[in-house]
């Protein structure tokens, strides 16, 4: 499937370790000539860490799409009644969003970019990012994984030893997981 022309949002969350990731996929996505459109959670546009300061990474979204970032809820919102999006991938996603998403809590621009979309009844896609996916967040996964119009990334245990309860998504396969997902198919092997 040609993603030429597929309006796609990315919304980012707060797994900064994962934006460098991020952002390489985002370029490929705009090299499919997709039309991107960029949100990020409120952690996302506000926690300078070790990872890089938030003003670099909204400039960088900005440079890669040509399009502005959505930074807040109002300005996501839209996605719902303009239908603007074919498909949303929360890329990456923590740990705090799954849980919210997860339980129908909408309280930064990410989760009412999700919110929005699926009301629609829209593919959302996502990237899991957190050390307690195998924890506190398995439950969550389960609920999320059994809901409608949404799918996965496939994900696996980054580091057994060291984080015996982390799962990261092979973001690498960001376009295969779209192109199924558009499709209505989760692209498998989903654990990897
Ligand atoms: C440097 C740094 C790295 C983080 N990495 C992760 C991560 O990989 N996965 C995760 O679930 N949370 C991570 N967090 C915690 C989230 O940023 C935090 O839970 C935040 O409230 C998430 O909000 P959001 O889900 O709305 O973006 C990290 C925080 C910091 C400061």
Redesign the pocket.
Known sequence: MSLKGKTIGVAF??????FEKAFQELQKLVDEEALVQTIF????SS?D???GKVQSFIERAEEITGVKPMLTIPQAEPIGPGSLLDILVLF?C????LAKLANGITD?P?LMAAKAHLRNNKPLLISI???DALGMNMRNIGLLMNAKNVYFIPFGQDNPKKKPNSMIAHTELLIPSIEAALEGHQYQPVIQ
Do not use: I, L, Q, Y
Request: aromatic share 12%; net charge neutral; glycine share 8%.
């Open positions: 969350t707060g797994s900064f370790c994962t959670s409120d952690a996302a926690f860490s070790r990872f990456p923590t740990g705090n969003t930064t990410a990012s957190t050390n």
